[in-house]
């Protein structure tokens, strides 16, 4: 025990040293676009929008350290805004609705990024990182009490990630062959892996889009030739009702998570991204899944909405000694909410699954957004809690 926790403890420690740089991966190239200063407030906060198109400007230059962004949708229709390093999300927001913005505070080290401008097909923007200076601290976070959770989540992750594996390749086997109502009776449960384990996922900014995108990202819906995996399968399962436009869709698929896996065993698990992953899971649940757009063909959504509480409440259960230690009422009040959510989904649950969520009359899906919301709130504070802010 002792000499696990001392590997799990240099991991830590060599992801702190190494700067949180991603793993080695190609760069995208800046889209070509008019390049304009940043509009940097009184504050030092900076403004940048997005539009149907691009990002406005396409090209920013920051100082490193602490970063305030305020974003604006100057669209008609929910964008988001990401800043990329090679395959990886260093933070992002999604879902901002037409003619409003968001606000988003990032620590950002010296180099060259890439920014996602509204749709996930728009040309990237360009964003550079000068060296102010700025050094990074570990805050208040210890890291020898850090370590030893961070290397226990990896494990389930990896585990995950091994089942999401297996049992797409038995689900695009099915679509492979023609075999509609097998497809669609192993969807939900082999989505289910992915979603335990999406904020790690999400990390990945070609992969991500790749095996779990909408519609809504692509300019041409359900038919863009860009829009990909398991949501493209479920419209020609359940809309379609043939695999026969999917068949290499599903190929891709397979080879998309296959490759994520393997991105996953080479990663050091970012502390801040683990932590406040927990928040993540619920938060895109209250603000977008509840109103049954993720699964909208096949209405597998209460599925999801398990696999997300069971990912989030994994990321609590082992970080709980260091939350207890910090603030017990935080925790007393965030397993009170996971029981209540817990038990309001236990009671759609069926011999193979879960009803279909169109089923819910909207009582009962504000009954389920409630304790949602007031979850996804409590365990916002988690970062700060720890020191990961």
């Not at 669209?75 to 990401?82: A, H, I, T, V």
């Not at 901002?96 to 990024?113: F, R, S, W």
Request: hydrophobic content about 40%.
């Amino acid at each position: 025990m002792k000499q696990k926790n001392i590997l799990a403890l240099s991991v830590l420690l060599a992801f702190a040293l190494a700067g949180c740089q991603p793993p080695e991966a190609e760069q995208t190239a800046a889209a070509s676009g008019t390049s304009a200063a940043p509009a940097v407030n009184a504050d030092g906060s900076v403004n940048v929008a997005v539009n149907d198109a691009a990002c406005e400007p396409m090209e920013l230059s920051v100082p490193s350290g602490k970063v305030v962004f305020n974003i604006k949708n100057n669209s008609g229709r929910k964008l988001e805004w990401e800043i990329l390093k090679g395959v990886m999300v260093v933070d992002e927001r999604e879902n901002i609705a037409p003619g409003l913005g968001d606000k988003m505070t990032v620590t950002l080290l010296p180099g060259e990024y890439a920014m996602t401008c509204g749709l996930l097909n728009n040309p990237r923007g360009k964003l550079t990182v000068t060296d102010s200076g700025f050094k990074q601290a570990g805050g208040e976070a210890d890291l020898t009490k850090l370590a030893q959770p961070l290397a226990d989540y990896k494990t389930y992750v990896q585990a995950e990630a091994k089942e999401l594996v297996a049992k797409t390749t038995a689900f695009v086997a099915a679509v492979k062959a023609g075999e509609v109502e097998k497809a669609k009776s192993l969807f939900a449960d082999t989505r289910t892996h992915y979603e335990r384990i999406e904020p790690i996922a999400e990390l990945f900014n070609e992969l991500d889009p790749a095996i779990d995108a909408r519609e809504d990202d692509y300019k041409q819906g359900p038919k863009d030739p860009e829009f990909t995996g398991f949501h493209r399968i479920e419209h020609a399962l359940w809309v379609e009702k043939s695999t026969d436009g999917v068949k290499e869709t599903a190929g891709k698929l397979e080879a998309d998570v296959k490759k994520l896996q393997a991105e996953i065993d080479a990663l050091t698990f970012p502390p801040s991204k683990v932590v406040g992953g927990a928040a993540v899971l619920m938060e895109e649940v209250a603000a977008t899944k509840i109103s049954g757009e993720e699964d909208r063909y096949s209405h597998t959504d209460l599925s999801d909405f398990q696999a997300n509480v069971d990912g989030s409440q994994k990321i609590v259960e082992l970080f709980r000694p260091m939350i207890a230690e910090k603030n017990q009422a935080l925790l007393d009040k965030t397993d009170a909410n996971f029981k209540q959510i817990n038990e309001i989904l236990a009671k759609y649950k069926t011999a193979n699954g879960f009803e279909t969520y169109d089923k819910l009359s909207e009582a009962d899906r504000k009954t389920l957004q409630a304790p949602i919301n007031a979850l996804a709130e409590d365990l916002a504070q988690l970062r700060g809690t720890l020191g990961l802010n």
